[in-house]
Nanobody, 126 residues
Framework: QVQLVESGGGLVQAGGSLRLSCASS????????MGWFRQAPGKEREFVAA????????YYADSVKGRFTISRDAAKNTVYLQMKSLNAEDTAVYYC???????????????????WGQGTQVTVSS
């Protein structure tokens, strides 16, 4: 089992930045690909970014490419999502997820992930 807890969400003005954190406990953190998804009101959950279990490779949705950066700290069992140049369309609940299906990379579908955090709200005011 893997437990994931997100933090770092909040209210930010358009053009601002936030860094989300996802702390993992349980089984070996480095055995999982990690991903961030988001869900805005009335919309389906969508892929944002993923990082390979090795930490070497990352993958981003086109909508956030160049603005968001995913990273992981194996020593802290934590994955981060650094977000900059935020706009109103980035407003959503952001979820951290872990996938043990290592032969599927990048995992851009929610069904690829086995463990999910509770989510953290990000609100961007325009």
């Amino acid at each position: 089992q893997v437990q994931l807890v997100e933090s770092g969400g909040g209210l930010v003005q358009a053009g601002g930045s936030l860094r989300l954190s996802c702390a993992s406990s349980g089984r070996t953190f480095s055995s999982y690909h990690m991903g961030w998804f988001r869900q805005a009101p009335g919309k389906e959950r969508e892929f944002v970014a993923a990082i390979h279990w090795s930490g070497v490779t990352t993958y981003y949705a086109d909508s956030v490419k160049g603005r968001f950066t995913i990273s992981r700290d194996a020593a802290k069992n934590t994955v981060y999502l650094q977000m900059k140049s935020l706009n109103a369309e980035d407003t959503a609940v952001y979820y951290c997820a872990a996938s043990s299906t290592l032969n599927r990379w990048p995992g851009i579908e929610a069904a690829t992930y086995h463990y999910w955090g509770q989510g953290t709200q990000v609100t961007v005011s325009s």
